[in-house]
């Protein structure tokens, strides 16, 4: 399963990327307003630095208006996803960016139904959002299993890109369920590195080394 970053923390994104964590990032604009920083400027500034997909999203309503701006944004470079939201506007500009050679992150999906709509309409990305499905008592990894069963059973190729994780738990049932592609905070991914059992047997290591009174290194 890829990795990607739902941040436009430029920062953070360096940190886990260095690490070799990063197969892409995903932005929309609430995190462009978290970052505090202008929107083609620091997607710029992220492309530079990943080798693979970047999400920007275009905020206007109508087909047309999202194709411009969806065209505008791609130019920024060359590994540009361009997200648009999954309403009916969103399908036509979808299919008309993707028929132009562009990638495509259809956002906002919330059903089977409405992921069906995007890979015909040629989505390179399909984002379903877990956490807020759960926010309402869905279940949001239900969904995940769902669009993974319509999908194999026609062989769409929009790789469906598990998005609103929250948990250490989301990541692994997308994993298990056979999501393409996971986005998530960078604290989220680095919580999959803990576990209590690691922290409880690292203290009881450093006891008993300490009563060793030994130091790596003395005596080479
Ligand atoms: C995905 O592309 C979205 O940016 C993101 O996953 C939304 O997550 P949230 O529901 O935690 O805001």
Request: charged share 25%; net charge negative.
């Amino acid at each position: 399963m890829k990795f990607f970053v739902d941040t436009a923390d430029v920062d953070a994104i360096r940190e886990l990327n260095d690490l070799g964590m990063v197969d892409g990032v995903t932005t929309n604009p609430s995190l462009i307003l978290k970052a505090g920083r202008n929107i083609e400027e620091v997607t710029r500034e992220i492309c530079e630095m990943v080798d693979g997909p970047v999400s920007a999203e275009v905020v206007a309503e109508k087909a047309e208006d999202m194709i411009r701006e969806g065209k505008h944004l791609a130019k920024i470079a060359e590994n540009i996803a361009v997200k648009v939201p999954l309403t009916w506007d969103g399908l036509k500009a979808c299919k008309a960016l993707s028929d132009d050679g562009h990638m495509v992150n259809v956002t906002l999906c919330f059903s089977p139904a409405q992921a069906l709509l995007a890979a015909k309409a040629g989505a390179t990305f399909i984002s379903p959002f877990i956490g807020r499905l759960d926010d309402i008592h869905l279940d949001g990894i239900d969904l995940i299993a769902d669009i993974r069963e319509i999908y194999d059973n026609y062989g769409y190729e929009t790789q469906i890109l598990a998005a609103s994780i929250r948990t250490v738990n989301h990541v692994i049932e997308c994993a298990k369920i056979g999501a393409d592609v996971m986005t998530s905070p960078p604290a989220v991914i680095k919580s999959l590195a803990n576990h209590v059992l690691t922290d409880k047997g690292l203290a009881q290591f450093n006891s008993d080394w300490a009563k060793t009174g030994q130091t790596i290194g003395q005596k080479l």
